[in-house]
DNA sequence: AAATTGAATTGACAAATGTCAACTACTCAT
DNA sequence: ATGAGTAGTTGACATTTGTCAATTCAATTT
């Protein structure tokens, strides 16, 4: 808990009183999640709002063919769901599952409503993400129209080093859209061109 | 200005006292822009946000060889805005102009400030907004990376007939990220099947 | 240590998409 | 009415990316 409320400062700076923070302590419940666990299944409604104390976790949707696209990656202090089921109540489509045994807190959705409408600070954090969101998401669309297979490798080495980090070159390839093996091409070539 | 209030009632149920609605009416400020005139360039910072009344817009990018890439439509009822240099107050990569003759309500983002805090209904509206955004970026990153170019047309067909009755083929392809002549070929071979 | 598994690489080829140039059809301004 | 632009189409070809199969490599299990 203490990682999301280190979070809960860097991005709110409205200090909380210690009646709003035993109101989130109560509101969030603590999960581990075990490597290759789900935490949302495609066909279920996604009721729970989860923020990444500790390890990383993709979303994914699996086509007609079995292949897993991934569309979002997450580590500590990033927040996961599929935002169209969870607020829209629909059937989910994606997957979101473990890649590193990691350690989530959840809030149902109701209780996420509640809080909002409570806690002055949490709506702030609210705007907050959803900015930030809007930002990214932005970019990551204009990257996709914009860019090619190799330029959109590079912008991701720049901007986002950790995930290529912690997940393996076929996720990061489904992430960006193309095959495994074109991304081991261009990183074979981008590899040369250093030498 | 009338459409600008049907659009609220139609999205945040909450009625407005008089008071809200001459506070609201105040800070937009009406404004023709006629075809190919811009409302953001390249290089200046995105000061207002624009809900557009009458008309077509699209913001883009123009890259090194001076070639557009259109990263949103815009018609009645949409906003248009950098989100980014909105927001951040940063400078703008993007610009943003008008394709057929039209109307926008414009607020300074200081003022747009101030109206969510003071006024309940348009906080609501903001949310409902971020939401909505939210959710067709996912939608948009996930067509990105998972369809091939004639299902992303076919998509769009499906999803958005408006956009493509309404801008060029060329400014469609844009926003697919594809070119030109790759559409103009899609389009053929998906008359061909229909035959 | 041997065997198994899965990820990454590589090669050969196929498919999708881009580029360039030519041509057509249309609109708009003079 | 004429001429200049602009969008759209088409063909030929280049480039990028995908697919499939084989191989290597590393990690893990037995």
């Known amino acids: 808990m203490e990682t999301f409320f280190n979070y809960l400062r860097r991005y709110t700076e409205h200090p909380m009183s210690a009646q709003e923070i035993a109101l989130l302590q109560q509101a969030f419940s603590r999960r581990k999640v075990r490597k290759r666990q789900y935490i949302l299944q495609e066909g279920d409604v996604c009721r729970h709002l989860s923020f990444i104390t500790k390890g990383a976790m993709r979303q994914y949707s699996v086509d007609d063919k079995g292949i897993e696209h991934i569309v979002q990656f997450g580590i500590e202090d990033w927040w996961m769901s599929d935002r169209e089921s969870f607020e829209l109540g629909s059937v989910s489509t994606y997957n979101i599952d473990a890649w590193e045994d990691s350690e989530v807190l959840q809030i149902h959705y109701d209780d996420w409503w509640e809080i909002r409408n409570s ?4 709506r702030i954090l609210t705007a907050e993400m959803d900015k930030r969101h809007a ?6 669309i204009h990257a996709a129209i914009t860019l090619t297979a190799e330029e959109r490798y590079l912008d991701m080495l720049r901007h986002q080093p950790a995930f290529i980090q912690r997940f393996p070159q076929n996720m990061i390839a489904s992430y960006l859209g193309i095959s495994p093996e074109t991304l081991s ?6 590899y040369l061109k250093n030498e």
Chains 1, 2 share one sequence.
């Open 185 to 190: 091409r261009i990183r074979k070539q981008a």
């Open 119 to 122: 806690i002055p600070a949490m």
């Open 135 to 140: 930002v990214a998401a932005q970019k990551r």
